[in-house]
């Protein structure tokens, strides 16, 4: 009963504010002003009859002497007219002002949202947007071999032995084939990120965003935390220290397929007047044909949800990809490269090393 009693307070503050609107030009305080000057002077002449006398002087003179209109005019003393002019300016200059400004106060501020989409990069991406880089051919790739490294004659010796021995680190056969299944996942595909700023001077609460993607044929879609995957050449086995660094914090939001869409959901318990908040997890979206991301807010404060659309193109150039493309490192780096978000691989890399050199710095001081 409350909350259909202050629905329906809320749209009688809606209807009364379009009202004001549309009564209030911009030159509303001229109009008052006239209205009461126009009121004023009404008051006077029935006072002073001054104009009353001009009439009636302009009037005799063409058409002689007149008993009767001097009787009229020159006997009409009543000021109410006046007097209603004049209040009703100042009423209307104070419902204008005054009581829109009092209206606004009375009614209910509901937070303003900004959602936006970014890429791996942080830089924010238009609703119209296009994955970078290149979509990889494996048509003619035929059968990728083993990794087999090759030891010097001079590099077999005890301590490599026993090196090898403690450390239990054995060669990578499926180096070239996890190469391959890093193209296949990451050439053509594009990293995105959301954000939410709450735009507003109140504090929203229970906070639910919701990420649909059509399903088609082609269209993959996968949580990733912004870096590629590194390949090594060896497999540590060591059990001692042995850890997982594949989950670096914790998701709070997970992808789910149904049979026609990819559906997601983040949810926020509060987010701070002026506060924003940027997604750690990234969204890898490779796709063969066009799609669109429909993304929609609630929260306690909103009666409806607000709904942003982008609409997605996969990336337009194809590259042919055969086995030889992952024998050598610096051919590898260089596909990567090309056909990874116009060199997110190179600019990743450096950041990376960017980061362990601040970190290097800092331990040192």
Not at 107 to 128: A, H, Q, W
Not at 191 to 215: P, W, Y
Not at 244 to 272: A, G, I, K, P
Request: glycine content about 4%; hydrophobic content about 40%.
């Amino acid at each position: 009963m409350d909350s259909t009693f202050k629905s329906k307070f809320d749209q009688l503050l809606d209807v009364l504010e379009r009202i004001i609107s549309i009564i209030k030009p911009k030159t509303y305080n001229l109009l008052a002003r006239v209205v009461v000057f126009l009121g004023a002077g009404l008051v006077a002449e029935s006072q002073t009859q001054f104009l009353s006398f001009l009439f009636v002087a302009f009037i005799e003179y063409f058409f002689g002497t007149s008993e009767l209109l001097r009787d009229y005019l020159l006997t009409s003393s009543d000021p109410t007219i006046g007097v209603i002019l004049i209040f009703s300016g100042l009423f209307y200059h104070a419902i204008v002002t005054v009581g829109y400004e009092r209206l606004q106060l009375r009614k209910p501020i509901y937070p303003e949202f900004v959602l936006s989409l970014t890429n791996g990069d942080g830089e924010l991406i238009n609703n119209n947007f296009t994955i970078r880089g290149k979509v990889a051919d494996f048509k003619n790739i035929g059968t990728i071999p083993s990794y087999e490294p090759i030891e010097p004659e001079d590099s077999i010796s005890y301590l490599t032995f026993a090196n090898s021995f403690i450390q239990k680190k054995r060669p990578n056969r499926d180096l070239y084939r996890e190469r391959a299944k890093l193209l296949k996942e990451w050439a053509g595909a594009e990293l995105i990120c959301l954000k939410v700023l709450n735009n507003s001077e109140v504090l929203a609460t229970g906070i639910t965003i919701d990420i649909k993607i059509r399903n088609h044929e082609g269209l993959a879609v996968s949580y990733s935390d912004g870096n590629i995957p590194h390949i090594s050449k060896e497999i540590d086995d060591t059990l001692s220290f042995k850890h997982d660094h594949s989950v670096s914090y914790q998701r709070n939001t997970r992808w789910f397929l149904s049979r026609d869409f990819f559906s997601s959901s983040l949810e926020l318990e509060r987010l701070r007047a002026k506060e924003s908040y940027h997604c750690e997890e990234c969204t890898l979206i490779k796709a063969s044909e066009k799609f669109e991301i429909i993304v929609s807010l609630h929260c306690d404060q909103l009666s409806e949800a607000i709904t942003f659309s982008y609409q997605g193109t996969p990336a337009s150039e194809t590259l042919n990809i055969t086995s030889d493309d992952f024998l050598d490192d610096e051919r590898f780096e260089g596909l990567c490269s090309d056909l990874i978000m116009d060199g997110y691989y190179d600019r990743l890399r450096e950041k990376q090393l960017l980061e362990a050199a601040e970190m290097i710095k800092q331990w040192q001081d």
